[in-house]
């Protein structure tokens, strides 16, 4: 039996409408202990709290205590759900039907990131309906926001059951032609999200796929593919991150922000990777109906090795380089732009559909 519970977190100004605003936190817990927490700003995932092996309670999630924490880091978008684009556009341009669109760059001018200056991450989401395991959220996105055309509207169930799988159903419509691909940007540490770069290290990881896409140094889409085999992508079998993440210090990006092309059955929600972190027995098996998920350990947060200040996270953790790891299901970035990628363009009458469950276990 899953408990829910919705509560005021803080107020903010709604970007969209310029006024004050409450953003919600929704609780879910099981019967094993599990709890989740997600808060209507960004349909963030603001904590996950499991037993390790010996019954020890952790929050897993990189997450912040205050609604102002999610503010002020917002350009790292932890636990954030990002639309209607994440990932990149390679010059914030893309041709439809004919006609050239240009939409916002929001990263140094030079392409456009998880959506823009204001993405899903940045809007204050609707609860229109709670379920017995969960709710329901809703954005409606304007035609032309972000330089996207098209209404948008996207409905998100989150739930949670006793087997402890947290589930992410993402729904969305459109009036007009227009382009989209959500994932989440959730950061875990399975040995406990203030354990940094010791614990990440002590994690094994494994994601069911042959290739990666290739990208150029501003991590933009060549249209190519790179075989993983014989290379530190290799990730079929478990690899231990403390002995791979060493071997990216000669390469220009320094850790894992790769986009896997998994393996589906089909178009069923299949499983395309598993975390493990053998000291406190905890892991997290992913699925997903989405061809890719972008696999990223925190190269960009607070390097404190060189002198950076850690980010100052939940309870007064210190959050920093290679502390934590994001599996982002999604279709492959910048796709619009590559006829050979798996298409984001949502035409009126037809459905998005992208379903992903984190299922974790002790």
């Known amino acids: ?8 977190f ?16 929704i609780t879910l817990t099981n019967d094993h202990q599990m709890t989740v927490q997600v808060l209507t700003l960004g349909v963030n995932i603001a904590s996950v709290r499991i037993p390790d092996k010996a019954g020890k309670l952790d929050e897993l999630s990189l997450s912040f205590d205050t609604l102002q924490g999610y503010i002020d880091t917002q350009p790292a978008y932890i636990g954030a759900t990002m ?14 039907n004919g006609q050239e669109i240009q939409v916002t760059k929001n990263f140094k001018d030079k392409y456009q990131l998880h959506g823009g200056f204001v993405g899903f991450d940045s809007v204050i989401w609707d609860v229109v309906e709670t379920l017995a395991n969960g709710v329901v959220l809703r954005h409606v996105s304007p035609d032309g926001h972000e330089g996207y055309p098209g209404v948008v509207t996207c409905n998100i169930s989150c739930t949670l059951n006793d ?12 009036d007009k032609t227009t382009c989209v691909n959500v994932t989440n940007h959730a950061y875990f ?4 999200h203030n354990s940094g770069k010791e614990g990440l290290g002590q994690h094994l990881v494994q994601i069911n796929a042959d290739e990666i896409v290739d990208t150029d ?5 060549t249209g190519k593919f790179v075989k993983v085999e014989n290379t530190v992508y290799d990730l079929r079998n478990p690899a231990k991150m403390s002995e791979r993440l060493p071997l990216f210090a000669q390469l220009p990006i320094k850790g894992y922000d790769n986009c896997y092309c998994v393996k589906l059955d089909g178009d069923k929600t299949t499983r395309i990777a598993r975390v493990e ?7 997290l098996e992913m699925y997903s109906n989405q061809p890719g998920v972008q696999f990223y350990t925190s190269n960009n947060l607070p390097d404190v090795e060189n002198g950076a200040a850690a980010m100052s996270g939940k309870g007064g953790a210190k959050y920093v380089k290679h502390g934590a790891f994001c599996l982002e299901t999604q279709k492959y970035p910048d796709s619009m732009n590559h006829e050979n990628f798996p298409s984001i363009f949502l ?8 379903d992903v469950i984190y299922k974790f276990g002790n």
């Open 189 to 192: 540490n399975l040995a406990g």
């Open 10 to 25: 803080g107020s903010m100004t709604d970007p969209m409408t310029k006024q004050p605003k409450t953003v919600k936190v």
């Open 277 to 283: 972190h053998p000291e406190s027995g905890r892991w």
């Open 1 to 8: 039996m899953v408990n829910v519970k919705v509560e005021d």
């Open 217 to 221: 140094l501003d991590q933009i889409p």
């Open 347 to 354: 035409n009126p009458g037809e459905k998005y559909y992208h």
């Open 83 to 96: 639309g209607r684009v994440a990932n990149r556009v390679a010059n914030g341009r893309f041709k439809l």
């Open 163 to 174: 087997n402890n799988e947290y589930r992410m159903q993402i729904e969305a419509t459109t």
